[in-house]
C-alpha cells in the first residue's frame, strides 16, 4: 500500500517565527489533506488539496501531484498553532509532524 | 445538528465487558470511516464503509465488529477487548472514499482495565 512520510517529526518555533511541514507519498494520491489535531484530539481539517496552492490566512500548503508531496507553510506562528500536524493520502495517515510554538 | 457527533467522549470498560461507539454524520455523505490512534502512533484506518457496504477491513480483530445501517450512522460493538485497545477511536466521513476530503468528530477515548 501507500506510504505516507512526513518530516521533521518534532518542530519547535519561537512565536513569530515561520515553518514548512512537508509530507511525501509513495504514490500518487488524488485527495491530499491536511489536518491539525489539537491537545483534545479533534482532528481540524486544514486543506484538502490534491494539487496547487491554497491559502488560509497565515496558513497555506502546496501539493505537486507529479513529485508526490505537499508541503503546509505557517507564517508568524503563535501559541494557538501547537498540536500535531499530519497529512492524509488516499486511506493512509502520516506519522505527524509534533508542533512547539514557544512565547 | 452538524457535522460528525460521536458518543460516548469517554468510555472505561472491563475485558469482559460489551460496549458500542456511535458515529453519526449530518453532512449528507456516503462513505464512514473507522480509525484508531494509539499513544504515538500514527491514525490506522480500521474500517471504510461506502453507500452501507463495507469497503475496507484493515484486519481488525473480531473483537471488534462494525455496523453501518444507513450512510449517516456508524457504529463499533466491542466485546472482551484488551488493555492494548485503548486508545482514541476516530470516526469519519466524506462524500466519497476516494476524491472527497475527511470530515472528522471528536473522537472516543476508550480505556480498556
Known amino acids: 500500500g501507500i506510504q505516507v512520510e512526513q518530516s521533521p517529526p518534532d518542530l519547535i518555533l519561537q512565536e513569530g517565527a515561520n515553518s514548512t511541514l512537508r509530507c511525501n507519498f509513495s504514490d500518487s494520491v488524488n485527495n491530499l489533506q491536511w489536518f491539525h489535531q489539537n491537545p483534545w484530539g479533534q482532528l481540524i481539517n486544514l486543506f484538502y488539496?490534491?494539487?496547487g496552492t491554497k491559502q488560509n490566512g497565515r496558513l497555506s500548503a502546496t501539493t505537486v501531484a507529479t513529485e508526490r508531496y505537499s508541503l503546509l507553510y505557517i507564517s508568524s506562528s503563535q501559541t494557538t498553532d501547537s498540536g500535531v500536524y499530519f497529512c492524509r493520502g488516499k486511506l493512509v495517515f502520516g506519522a505527524g509532524t509534533i508542533l512547539r510554538v514557544k512565547s | 445538528e452538524t457535522g460528525v457527533t460521536q458518543t460516548p467522549r469517554h468510555l472505561v470498560m472491563g475485558m469482559t465487558n460489551k460496549k458500542s461507539l456511535k458515529c453519526e454524520q449530518h453532512?449528507?455523505?456516503?462513505?464512514m470511516y473507522w480509525y484508531k490512534q494509539s499513544a504515538k502512533k500514527p491514525l490506522e484506518l480500521m474500517f471504510v464503509y461506502n453507500f452501507k457496504e463495507q469497503t475496507e477491513n484493515n484486519s481488525v480483530p473480531s473483537r471488534f465488529s462494525p455496523e453501518c445501517p444507513n450512510s449517516s450512522h456508524l457504529f463499533l460493538h466491542l466485546h472482551t477487548l484488551q488493555p492494548e485497545d485503548s486508545a482514541l477511536y476516530l470516526c469519519?466521513?466524506?462524500?466519497?472514499?476516494?476524491?472527497?476530503?475527511?470530515?472528522f468528530g471528536s473522537g472516543t477515548r476508550l480505556t480498556v482495565v
Open positions: 453532512l449528507g455523505h456516503n462513505a
Open positions: 488539496i490534491p494539487s
Open positions: 469519519a466521513s466524506s462524500q466519497d472514499p476516494w476524491n472527497y476530503g475527511y470530515t
